[in-house]
């Protein structure tokens, strides 16, 4: 079972709104991911992390922003909440290796109205 | 233009038999492959991953098979139970610059009918 947690699991707000969504893992790993994912479509990676300090945009441009200030946690924040940024949003990490096997949170799902 | 592909429609098949899922991949060579299960509402969960060197991988019901030159892989359950009902995602995994990056496609919906 994978030591990542995502809170809220759901998340009903209006526009307009600031949000933070949480994300936490115990397994020490040095990578973390945030995807955005809509129903039926593929997760698309919005921003990720090497490590403390580090953050790098995605494939997708998000107008989200994230941090990193300890190695176990990965929060995401929208500013300003708007209806176009009702999604899911998954939050994952794997280790600096040869290959990554990733390890995702049950993710939040968040609705702008 | 890069494209993943996987059945978009869902597949259906009877409980005992064998569920094959297939992905393609065009303009992509990638180092790895991965398949994850995802179930409704929850992150995918991590199953199989099989290098370019390789051409098949088990796994107790599990067999993945990496096709480079046809740009194909081919992910099949054994002896399907209703519990196997899920999607499942195909992720191609490249390594960029010293760093890894992986890209998922869009999942194959199986359902698995007792």
């Known amino acids: 079972e994978a030591d990542i947690y995502q809170t809220p699991r759901y998340l009903v707000i209006g526009t307009g709104k600031k949000i933070t969504l949480e994300c936490s893992q115990t397994?020490?790993?040095?990578?973390m991911y945030w995807y955005q994912q809509d129903p039926g479509m593929e997760l698309h990676l919005i921003h990720y992390s090497y490590g403390v300090n580090s953050t790098e945009k995605g494939d997708l441009s998000s107008e989200s922003t994230v941090s990193r200030i300890r190695t176990e946690h990965f929060p995401l924040t929208l500013e300003s909440a708007r209806p176009s940024h009702t999604s899911q949003y998954l939050c994952?990490?794997?280790?600096?290796?040869?290959?990554?096997?990733?390890?995702f949170g049950s993710g939040t799902q968040l609705s702008v109205l | 233009s890069q494209k993943i592909e996987q059945n978009s429609e869902a597949l259906n098949i009877q409980e005992g038999k064998t569920a094959t899922l297939t992905c393609n991949y065009t303009n992509y060579s990638p180092a790895y492959l991965q398949w994850y299960r995802q179930d409704p509402g929850r992150g995918p969960v991590f199953l199989l991953l099989?290098?370019?060197?390789?051409k098949e991988k088990r796994k107790e019901r599990l067999k993945v098979t990496f096709d480079t030159t046809l740009k194909q892989s081919l992910f099949h359950i054994t002896a399907s139970q209703p519990a196997d009902s899920a999607t499942y995602l195909c992720a191609l995994g490249f390594r960029s610059g010293g760093y890894q990056k992986v890209t998922f496609g869009t999942g194959t919906k199986l359902q698995v009918i007792p």
């Open positions: 994952a990490s794997s280790e600096l290796a040869v290959t990554e096997k990733l390890f």
């Open positions: 397994m020490g790993h040095d990578k």
């Open positions: 099989i290098r370019e060197n390789e």
